[in-house]
């Protein structure tokens, strides 16, 4: 049979394919959104001219990072191929594809697998890339909307940003279902192949555009607003362009690519400690309920996103976001509880459970909403302290954004604490289990809670892709407008700013919910990790009891990962190290890269720009950023390949265990600290911008204040755009790849089987790929 889920009762089958439909009708509106959006006017020949700049720009550097991650991908998909070679085919594929050989087996597994990960990679690609796309042809429609309507510019930048966020849900949800319809209980195997394509290429985009963006910005503000007092997005601003390029790649592909491989990962480890469950209870609902619970947010996605209008007339762009999320919310819960309760009945702890863990994924993913609008929102008293500090100077507006990110960090940690702790509440208490089952249970619990939170991935990805488009509005209206004062044009300005800050918060928000399902994800992955390694261990226990040997290893699901153990805690603080290590590199690239644009600017700026002697070079400042962001790829991504490799071959399996806690918790504080420190400096900046300009009252652009504000936000910038989100994807990465390569160290590296002369030539080759990193790191980049 070509599909493996001939076991299921009919009706799950419908269902399955019923979700496949969803997936499709998700794609479908896309296309019904994008109609919607070009049948927009799109301004003036000036305005024409600005956008064409920035969707040439965008469009290059996209190109050009295409043709840099290739080579990898492709040296990477024969690793996957060839890692299902070193270790016993697992039972669930035995299972799954029965009567044929454990070779054959092997074979159509080592296929899935990599066809998996290239699958994911493209599909990852084409968010990111198409959603861009889309978002950019919008930024022109929304400054001429902006003429016209508050509501009709709100309309175009949210459902332009819906685009994406259903170009995500849709793939999604249709590569992991065709995925399990095909291998059925034997699934995981391939679709661990698919988290880690989708999870990579995020990585690449996060990083890669993140150095573009913030390069640009920062050379722009540093050069423009500090030293010519120029505003933001003056036409003479050498690197205006560059900037405004560099918000679609970096927050509207990058975090689009980046929430789609967390839509993925929480899939793959629900699966696979649902099929530990399906092994206990021999139930099949607790491996398609994940998946069911996604279809429905598609289509709860649909209706929420479609409700955001200004239909108050009010002009309050952040309560009609709000409110459509809230409608997607409501829906979905109940609708998960009918499904819970028609469809669970008959597993072990009732319905109510699962049902409970996913909506409280929910109320987590709108928590960390509220918290994080609370300390980088533009009316919150974090903010609002930061704008005080100002009085006093950049020193106290650097020292108390820090402050700001640092409380923000301790409140969503203990938010996500309290939910993991749930699941513990929520499984713990089943009875007739042993306490390794219920263990599992309780796992099961975070990776549907880890679901449950980016059910509404299409309205989180929308807020995202919001920020990039309402911020290339405003900077489209500024060139294209500048030297203008009627009124139309003032109020077009105060509409475009508005929108402008909003966008500020919701990316804000749209991170601490990728940064926290990160986090979630991870904790899941890190069970699907005991989960993996216990099935192999067992495997070679068998093994050696039939050839008659007279050892065993100990089940790590029945032992558990020891803190108290030396070796462990070297793993775990090794890390713990780890996130801080590449957000030195990443932090590093920026500074490298923007201090070619300030060259640049200045160079430029000698030329008579400013006093309209000569035009601005727009191209060079894009060809730096291009050309600076893109070396800077593979050594970041390297990093989070290899470590988890050279720590497990070294240490071990419960080393790498350790390994892996420390890089979760390590990395989701600076994540949020980082994240959060930058978004309170920019909308501090924000608010400064918006005051009457009176330098001489200290208030308004050219003051002061806004000098200080200036310089905290571009000390904010690489960490909030660059190196915190781009944590995300990286923490994802070595989990998925720990998954990966646990069987291996397993099989190779026990307490009876010590590491040969070939597992010792990796360790060394694994040390020479990180040295080459770290000397790479510091070369300086030429122009």
């Known amino acids: ?22 997936a499709f009708l998700g794609l479908a509106y896309t296309l019904f959104l994008k109609k919607q959006v070009m049948a927009h006017p799109t301004g003036d020949e000036k305005m024409l001219e600005v956008w064409s700049a920035i969707r040439a720009g965008a469009n290059a550097y996209l190109g050009k990072q295409l043709r840099s991650v290739i080579p990898m991908i492709a040296v990477l998909t024969v690793c996957l191929f060839l890692s ?49 796309r889309i978002a950019v042809s919008a930024n ?30 849709g793939l999604g949800l249709l590569g992991g279902t065709i995925i399990f319809i095909i291998f059925g209980v034997a699934a995981p195997d391939a679709l661990l192949g698919f988290g880690f394509g989708g999870t990579l290429i995020a990585l690449f985009m996060r990083v890669g555009g993140g150095i573009y963006t913030k390069a640009a910005d920062v050379g722009a503000d540093l050069v423009g607003k500090v030293e010519a007092g120029i505003p933001e997005d003056d036409p003479r601003n050498p690197a205006v362009v560059a900037d405004l390029v560099g918000d679609n790649v970096g927050d509207c592909a990058g975090m689009a690519a980046d929430i789609f491989e967390s839509y993925e990962v929480t899939i793959v480890s629900g699966l696979i400690l649902g099929l530990a469950l399906w092994h206990f209870t021999g ?100 903010v609002l302290e930061v704008k005080k500090s100002t009085d006093t100077g950049s020193a106290t507006t650097i020292i108390s954004g820090l402050a700001v990110g640092l409380e923000s960090s301790v409140w969503s940690i203990l938010v996500i604490a309290l939910t993991i702790f749930s699941s513990v509440l929520i499984f713990g208490s089943i009875e ?62 105060q509409i475009m700013a508005d929108l402008d800050g909003v966008g500020n918060t919701t990316k804000a928000i749209t991170k601490g919910v990728a940064i926290g399902s990160a986090v979630i ?43 108290s153990n030396p070796v462990v805690f070297v793993g775990m603080l090794i890390g713990a190290s780890v996130p801080w290590l590449f957000s030195s590199f990443a932090i590093n690239a920026v500074r490298r890269a923007a201090s070619l644009i300030v060259e640049e600017v200045r160079r430029q700026f000698k030329g008579g720009i400013l006093e309209g002697k ?3 070079d727009y191209e060079r400042a894009v060809s730096i950023s291009t050309t600076a962001a893109q070396k800077e790829l593979i050594i970041l991504a390297l990093l989070g390949i290899v470590s988890p490799v050279l720590v497990g071959l070294a240490l071990g399996v419960e080393a790498l265990g350790g390994f892996l806690a420390g890089i979760i918790v390590s990395g989701q504080l600076l994540a ?58 990286m923490i994802k990465v070595v989990n998925l790849v720990s998954v990966i390569v646990a069987p291996i160290i397993v099989t190779y590296n026990n307490e009876y089987t010590k590491l040969g002369a070939v597992g010792w030539c990796a360790v060394i080759a694994m040390l020479a790929v990180l040295s080459w990193v770290i000397i790479k790191s510091k070369k300086p980049v030429s122009q």
């Not at 049979?1 to 439909?21: K, N, P, S, T």
């Not at 005991?530 to 065993?552: I, K, T």
């Open 140 to 169: 022109v429609r929304v400054t001429a909307a902006s003429k016209r309507s508050f509501g009709e510019a709100l309309k175009i930048a949210y459902r332009a940003g819906t685009c994406t966020g259903m170009l995500t849900d």
């Open 283 to 382: 139930h099949y609902e607790w491996i398609v309920y994940p998946l069911l619970v996604r279809g429905i947010g598609v289509l709860c996605s649909i209706i929420g996103t479609y409700a955001v209008n200004d239909s108050s007339g009010r002009g309050n762009a952040m309560k009609a976001i709000f409110r459509g999320y809230m409608t997607s919310a409501v829906i979905s819960i109940a609708m998960f509880a009918v499904l819970a309760y028609f469809y669970l009945k008959g597993i072990p702890g009732g319905w109510g459970r699962p049902f409970a863990s996913v909506s409280i994924g929910v109320l987590l993913a709108m928590a960390i909403d509220r918290i994080t609008e609370y300390f980088t929102g533009t009316t919150g008293a974090p």
């Open 84 to 132: 299902v070679y070193i270790v016993p085919v697992s039972e669930e594929a035995m299972k799954r594809f029965a009567g044929y050989s454990p070779e054959t087996v092997k074979l159509i597994i080592a296929f899935g697998r990599a066809g998996s990960f290239v699958l994911g990679s493209i599909f990852s690609l084409l968010v990111g890339q198409i959603g861009m």
């Open 614 to 616: 000569a035009k601005p």
């Open 432 to 493: 007739g289990v042993s306490a390794v089952q219920k263990v599992n249970y309780i796992l099961y619990g975070v990776a549907m809670t880890g679901i449950g939170m980016l059910t509404l991935t299409g309205n989180n990805v929308a807020m995202d892709s919001f920020g990039p488009i309402a911020d290339n509005a405003n900077g489209v209206g500024e060139m294209a407008w500048h030297g203008k004062t009627d009124d139309e044009t003032k109020k077009a300005r």
């Open 1 to 22: 049979m070509w599909y493996g889920i001939g076991d299921l009762h009919l009706h799950e089958q419908y269902a399955l394919f019923g979700v496949m439909f969803i």
């Open 672 to 729: 949020v600290f980082m994240s959060n420190a930058g978004g309170a400096w920019d909308n501090a900046k924000k608010l400064i911008e918006d005051e009457p300009s009176n330098p001489a009252a200290n208030t308004g652009k050219g003051s002061e204040r806004h000098k200080a504000s200036v310089v905290g936000d571009t000390v904010g910038d690489p960490l909030k755009d660059t190196a915190g989100p781009a944590l995300n994807p």
């Open 521 to 563: 994800a991870a904790v899941s992955l890190f069970g699907s990790y005991m989960v993996d390694v216990s099935n192999v261990q067992a495997a070679l226990n068998e093994a050696w009891a039939q050839e008659g040997l007279n050892q065993a290893l100990h089940l790590i699901k029945d032992v558990g990962i020891v803190v």
